[in-house]
């Protein structure tokens, strides 16, 4: 078998739908052994079911990545079903609607927020690296997104700053494990078409802000997002480490100045 990711065990964060299936999909068929792990079983166990009909190798767990207990049963699932991990891809995040303003923001989605995007990520990292070291070293990908550069078109207060935080949190993580064997890059996508994204852009009003500020004039796709988290996962990017990926249809470069 040829590919990208033969022989390496990957586990993806929020695999059930969106970004993370996608990815689940295109690194099987790049050769890894994938675990998947999701809060909706359902989600997860087509997302296994699909990575073996097309003839890969997926084994699905349930895992809330704000729950440390949950993280070690997922690496310990890695681990005891493929004797190894070397593939770390902490996707699952949210962003409720009613995510806003710093003034209009509920404390307990302030919370929750925090929680997933940002000690989720921690919490998967905290696991993960140690069988990740045992493995002979890997590469850690954790979803940023763009609103870590610039801030958001409409307001998200939690969102954006737990996005944030996975940016300093990634670059921590590469300089501290560098000389161990692994690599931390950071992936920081644009609006994505997901169901998440549709549904919180259902409102025309809102979605037109967000679209105009795109000059590629359309969302990205979910597989765009999985081969440049495909990239950073493999050996392609062997001297890449610390580093953000930007995938957002130009949206950084129109806004950001240089320094």
């Not at 997302?47 to 704000?66: E, L, N, P, Q």
């Not at 949190?169 to 920081?188: D, F, K, P, S």
Request: aromatic letters at 6%; charged letters at 20%.
């Amino acid at each position: 078998m040829t590919g990208r990711l033969v022989g390496k065990v990957a586990l993806i964060t929020g695999a059930g739908s969106g970004m993370g299936r996608a990815a689940a999909e295109l690194f099987a068929g790049e050769g890894a052994r994938v675990v998947v792990t999701d809060v909706v079983d359902d989600a997860g166990n087509a997302a296994v079911a699909a990575v073996r009909a097309a003839g890969g190798d997926a084994t699905y767990v349930r895992a809330d990545v704000s729950s440390w207990s949950d993280c070690v049963a997922m690496v310990q699932c890695a681990t005891d079903t493929y004797g190894a991990l070397h593939v770390l891809y902490n996707n699952a995040g949210i962003f409720p609607a009613d995510d806003g303003g710093v003034l209009d923001t509920p404390e307990s989605t302030w919370q929750k927020v925090m929680d997933i995007n940002l000690k989720g990520v921690w919490l998967g990292c905290k696991a993960g690296i140690p069988a990740m070291i045992a493995s002979g070293g890997g590469s850690i990908v954790n979803v940023a997104s763009f609103v870590a550069l610039v801030g958001a078109a409409t307001a998200q207060i939690a969102y954006t700053t737990s996005k944030g935080g996975v940016l300093s949190m990634t670059r921590e993580i590469a300089v501290e494990y560098a000389r161990q064997g692994i690599r931390a890059n950071a992936l920081c996508p644009g609006p994505i078409q997901t169901p998440l994204l549709e549904e919180l852009l259902s409102d025309p009003e809102r979605r037109a802000r967000r679209m105009v500020h795109i000059p590629m004039g359309r969302l990205g796709r979910a597989e765009e997002l999985a081969r440049a988290a495909l990239f950073l996962a493999s050996d392609d990017a062997s001297f890449m480490t610390g580093a953000s990926l930007v995938v957002d249809g130009g949206i950084t470069a129109a806004y950001v100045t240089p320094e």
